[in-house]
């Protein structure tokens, strides 16, 4: 079942089996799916409404030897579908999968994708118009979509990167576009809910990722041309400098996270108070090792410390994500 190449009867077959196990286990069964079959699966679970019995027999039968009590697995498949992918994946990797599978459509070369090296996508988008890059873009992790953006020209990644801000959602007409750069056809029509990908969110996420100069490139640019944009951009991204803002639990929290080596590369580049938070936050013996592995160290490379800093960064953004930390970013952000 767990096969890439799967026909259409071996699908609804598979697909029939998992409602008839239930929630947890079919949960424990996608986790060793690839994201294609997950999706094909998932698909097939929201279409089958009903399911003769003698279908359903057949089914079990093959796999278990248990026959079925009912034919009517499932109310209401289309919750199942969102429960089970949930429990299995989480939410964020869930809810980009689910929207896809109720509404129908397919986007399966896009998701290929996120199987490539960002420079091999670079060079396919190279020459397509802003707003297909970034209709595909907010589709991939913010940390290939930076990859990918390094691939562009200045010009070519600025215009990009203000489409993908301003991008409030994506129609399913507009995705039927991308048919063109993906060579796929896509299911889907105009009462189709849009997507709710792209935004201010996505845009400071790939910024974040994408290094300091380019960073202030992109951002003068989308100033020029709107600078309330570019400064809503601004409150939702966070820099190395910002972890100061961390309260010491949130910092304990990081600290657990961090390898050593990364934490004394990422260090080089850290202001003085960066540095004594960070010793406060440790125990003496912990602080003073750390101490003395920055003093031993050598000079580094600046991109080798950028690039520790950025590895820090997915850290601090993963940890917010789960709640376990909070980082103020915004001169909006109150607490109580």
């Known amino acids: ?11 609804e077959n598979a697909a029939i089996l998992l409602m008839s ?6 949960a424990g069964v996608f986790r060793h799916l690839s994201p294609k079959e997950v999706q094909r699966l998932g698909e097939t679970i929201a279409r089958l409404k009903s399911i003769p019995r003698e279908r359903v027999d057949e089914v079990l039968e093959s796999f278990t030897g248990v026959a079925a009590t009912q034919s009517h697995l499932v109310d209401d498949t289309d919750a199942y579908v969102k429960s ?37 996508v670079g060079e396919l988008l190279r020459n397509e118009h802003p707003q297909i890059v970034a209709a595909i873009l907010v589709h991939l992790e913010s940390e290939q979509a930076a990859g990918v953006m390094g691939v562009f020209s200045e010009r070519h990644r600025n215009e990009v990167m203000m489409r993908i801000a301003t ?14 750069v993906m060579s796929r ?28 100069s380019v960073e202030t490139s992109v951002l003068d640019y989308i100033r020029q041309a709107d600078g309330e944009l570019a400064q809503k951009i601004m409150d939702n991204m966070f820099t190395f400098d910002d ?27 850290a202001t003085p ?31 080798e410390v950028e690039a520790e800093q950025k590895e820090l960064l997915k850290i601090v953004r993963r940890l917010m994500d789960e709640g376990q930390i909070v980082l103020p970013t915004g001169a909006g952000d109150d607490f109580v």
């Open 1 to 11: 079942m767990a096969e890439s190449k799967l026909d259409e009867r071996g699908l």
């Open 21 to 26: 196990l239930g929630e947890e286990e079919a």
């Open 84 to 120: 089970v992918l949930r429990k299995a994946l989480g939410d964020d990797k869930a809810n980009l999968l689910i929207d896809r599978i109720l509404q129908g459509s397919d986007v399966s070369g896009i998701e290929s994708l996120k199987w490539m090296d960002p420079g091999s």
């Open 167 to 180: 991008l409030d959602g994506i129609q399913p007409a507009a995705l039927k576009d991308l048919n063109e």
């Open 185 to 212: 056809v896509l299911a889907g029509g105009e009462k189709l809910k849009k997507a709710t990908l792209g935004g201010i969110k996505p845009a400071a996420e790939i910024i974040n990722l994408m290094g300091s």
């Open 243 to 269: 972890l100061e803002k961390l309260d010491d639990k949130g910092m304990q929290s990081l600290l657990k996270e961090v390898q050593s080596e990364s934490l004394v590369l990422a260090l080089k580049g």
């Open 273 to 303: 108070e960066m540095r004594e938070k960070i010793f406060r936050c440790m125990s003496t013996r912990a602080a003073e090792t750390l101490r003395e592995d920055l003093e031993s160290r050598g000079p580094v490379r600046v991109s």
